[in-house]
């Protein structure tokens, strides 16, 4: 059965295939019809026999085949033939190297040579006149002495192999050039030029086909181009085709190669943005990945590695009055708490809160200045995401910065048509330094386990300082703060991963109030450790003061007489600057110069004022102008009610006796330090356990200040008239409006039925009385104006 399918397959395709594949077809179906069932050995040596003798014919090996006719196929005017891939493409030298080592080149071609001769002759082939082998074109010309011995070869060669690939004899039609120039290198590219004659796009395809397949033929000026599918079809073409002389034309085809169109035609490709577009991403994304981010680990390891007193950080210590600040017994006793802290595991978020000026940022510098493996980002001056992001990476060293990159990309994009802009989120770009920044403790923790380092030492440390005053500093851009939570919800995340999760690090936030960022906390966190700073003693700041007068008296005996004096006017000072760091270095700063401390004392009230009235009332006074969402007036009577209660009262009394309902106004003060917002009992995340919230001012230098203004003349009664002013103005808007609703109520001329009346009677009435009330408030409103 086998036998008759095999020989219906020679009779059906004989007419098609070569002689050599037509005999194997004959010369195995005559086997196996003498093969009996038994002899499998037979059937095996069978099957191989018929796959070696298909294999040289299969699509991929005849694809490329020239279709001519036999007289076609056999014509050529010298008697010689091409072997295209008759040398293997393992010999071949590369590029560089035939540019750099020609005695290299020459003694490989002698080895093709000598090996394609052992080759050839193996074969048996007769009249063969020479043999000429072109390593630079991984083939060889063969002339042989007369026409029936060239068939007779290319009859012999269709079926060997050679090099791992079918042979293919291809007659020679022109004058073939030899060279093995070594700068040249072929390519998939030739042209056809025909001088004083055009050839047609039918002829030149016709030329052309016979040694592959083509993927495009097109004019160039006065000549064709021809981009084949191999560049082994357009070596073949260039050498059978250079010299032909066409039949009708007067002068002899000219061939050659189109250096470097494959480089070309990657420029085309990039022009478009369908493919320039996903190419530069994915180059970016890769190149980012496999070059930037090792660097960037690299840089932010050297960074951790060293102490944040070698970070440029200044060293609080070269500040005297800090110094003693920072030997006070309850500063110590916080440091030491810290010590321990950060000397464990790291089990959860550690919060650092004070009041603005209470020394937090000095004993962070102080703390951390001989530390290895800490690092403090401080983003309270910061005033837009993107600058945060910057900050963020100059601290850990992030280098090379998104801006570079981003710098480069948009000069790549530009080039690109139709795309000529580039911007990555910033939300984004702090997702990413906050990745490697976890990937470097990653690395940090497996280098230097804890076990090998000091005590003191045993624990990263990260540092943010000042993300409370960054939130309220883009509060009033909502796009801004909707990208600031955002990022400070990615922030808290990744806190809560190194430090509950993996155990890597230590991480602080250095805050005024915790109670804002405390909502914004990861679900199932735990609760942070919230240390506060507090202010210094009354004794504490007793000693300092009176330490810095006797110290003074030392050295300028001229002081000495009024020592004592002022010694007994220290309590006085207390009650003025209390226990904040900020203040009482003003007060010991001004002391050290030409000031008593009474006049020390009234500078510093002074400047006091001087803030409160540029912050919180601007460069102009008595006019509704004010630098946040509060007006003068509500700011001066929210300074009235605070002084009555020595520094504290509601916050919810504060929002409807005053702003009337609108919290903006007051959450800008808080924003802006002029004042304090304290939970009353507060929980563990800084949140009020009743909703009960506390407003007080910021200082005892703060309420001081307060009641000095309240009491001057020149600043209470212009804004006690600014206020009768605009509570007038509040009144005759609403009597207006009561008397435009009368008008629409009371009959006109024209109306003379009195039961019209009856259903709004009352509604008058009721009317009257309240314009009565409005203009008998307007009255003593005005009234109090005048008697002031």
């Known amino acids: 059965m086998l036998s008759a399918s095999l020989h219906r397959l020679w009779n059906g395709s004989r007419a098609a295939c070569p002689p050599l594949l037509s005999n194997a077809l004959r010369s195995s179906s005559s086997a196996l019809g003498q093969t009996t069932p038994a002899s499998s050995a037979s059937l095996v040596m069978l099957a191989r026999s018929v796959f070696n003798a298909i294999r040289p014919y299969s699509r991929a090996a005849i694809r490329d085949l020239p279709e001519v006719d036999a007289a076609e196929h056999f014509a050529s005017p010298f008697n010689t033939i091409w072997l295209p891939n008759a040398i293997n493409p393992s010999f071949r ?57 060239m068939k007779e070869a290319v009859l012999k060669l269709s079926g060997e192999r050679f090099a791992l690939q079918a042979l293919r004899a291809l007659p020679v039609r022109g004058r073939p050039f030899v060279e093995d120039i070594v700068l040249e290198a072929p390519s998939t590219m030739m042209y056809l030029r025909m001088k004083a004659a055009e050839l047609t796009k039918t002829e030149a395809f016709n030329l052309l086909r016979p040694y592959g397949r ?293 991480v602080m936030f250095v805050v005024r109030s915790f109670s804002q960022l405390g909502r914004m906390l990861p679900a199932q966190t735990s609760p942070p450790l919230v240390v506060s700073v507090p202010d210094l003693s009354r004794e504490e700041t007793h000693i300092m003061i009176e330490e810095r007068l006797r110290r003074r008296a030392q050295l300028r005996p001229e002081m000495r007489t009024a020592l004592e004096s ?87 009394q504060a929002r409807y006796s005053i702003f009337e309902g609108n919290e903006a106004g007051l959450v800008d003060l808080v924003a802006e330090d002029l004042l304090l917002c304290v939970p009353e009992g507060s929980d563990a995340r800084g949140q009020s356990i009743d909703g009960t919230l506390q407003l007080s001012v910021s200082s005892p230098l703060q309420l001081t200040a307060m009641r000095s203004l309240l009491d001057k003349d020149e600043f209470a009664l212009p804004m006690h008239n600014q206020w009768v002013k605009e509570r007038v103005n509040e009144k005759k808007v609403e009597l207006n409006l009561v008397e435009e609703e009368l008008q629409r109520l009371l009959p006109g001329p024209s109306s003379s039925s009195h039961s019209s009346m009856k259903g709004v009677q009352s509604r008058v009435q009721e009317l009257d009385q309240k314009v009565l009330s409005l203009n008998s408030a307007i009255q003593k409103l005005e009234a109090s104006k005048k008697s002031l």
């Open 93 to 149: 030298p590369l590029e560089m190297l035939r540019a750099f080592s020609t005695h290299w080149t020459m003694a490989h071609q002698r080895k093709v040579a000598d090996a394609l001769r052992e080759r050839l002759a193996s074969l048996n082939l007769a009249g063969v006149e020479f043999m000429v082998p072109m390593a630079k074109y991984s083939g060889a010309l063969i002339r042989f002495h007369s026409a029936e011995a």
């Open 214 to 506: 083509l993927l495009k033929l097109e004019r160039n000026g006065d000549r064709w181009e021809a981009l084949f599918a191999t560049k082994t079809a357009a070596i073949a073409a260039r050498t059978c085709l250079r010299g032909l002389v066409l039949d009708g034309f007067p002068t002899s085809l000219h061939t050659g190669f189109v250096p470097f169109r494959r480089f070309e035609t990657f420029l085309n490709l990039l022009k478009n943005p369908k493919f320039a577009i996903p190419a530069l991403s994915i180059t970016m994304a890769t190149s980012t990945w496999v070059l930037v981010d090792p660097f960037r680990t690299v840089t932010m390891m050297s960074r951790l590695s060293l102490p944040l007193g070698e970070k440029g950080a200044s060293r609080p210590e070269s500040d005297s009055v800090v110094a003693q600040y920072l030997e006070a017994p309850s500063i110590q006793s916080l440091t030491t708490s810290l010590k321990q802290l950060f000397s464990k595991r790291p089990e959860r978020i550690t919060v650092l809160a004070g009041a603005a000026s209470s020394g937090k940022s000095q004993i962070i510098q102080s703390f951390f200045s001989r530390r290895p493996f800490c690092v403090r980002i401080d983003c309270s001056k910061e005033s837009t995401v993107e600058g945060f992001v910057d900050r963020l990476s100059e601290c850990v060293d992030f280098r090379p910065s998104f801006r570079t990159l981003n710098s480069i990309t948009s000069w790549l994009y530009s080039m690109v048509p139709g795309k000529t802009d580039y911007k990555v989120s910033t939300t984004v770009e702090g997702a990413e330094v906050l990745r490697l920044l976890e990937r470097t403790l990653a690395i940090i923790s497996a280098k230097y386990p804890t076990t090998k380092r000091d005590e003191y030492d045993s624990y990263c440390v990260i540092v943010f300082d000042g993300l409370d005053q960054f939130l309220s500093r883009v509060r009033h851009d909502p796009a801004e703060y909707a990208q600031a939570r955002f990022l400070l919800s990615e922030i808290f995340e990744w806190s809560k991963r190194n430090t509950e999760r993996n155990h890597r690090a230590h």
């Open 566 to 652: 002022e010694v007994e006017q220290v309590g006085h000072a207390l009650d003025l600057v209390g226990g904040r760091l900020e203040h009482v270095h003003g007060l010991l700063y001004l002391v050290d110069g030409d000031h008593s401390l009474k006049e020390a004392e009234r500078a510093l009230l002074v400047k006091a004022e001087q803030d409160l009235l540029m912050r919180g009332f601007g460069e102009r006074l008595f006019n509704s102008v004010s630098p946040g969402r509060w007006t003068q007036t509500q700011l001066w009577r929210l300074m009235q009610l605070l002084v009555t209660n020595e520094g504290t009262m509601n916050y919810d």
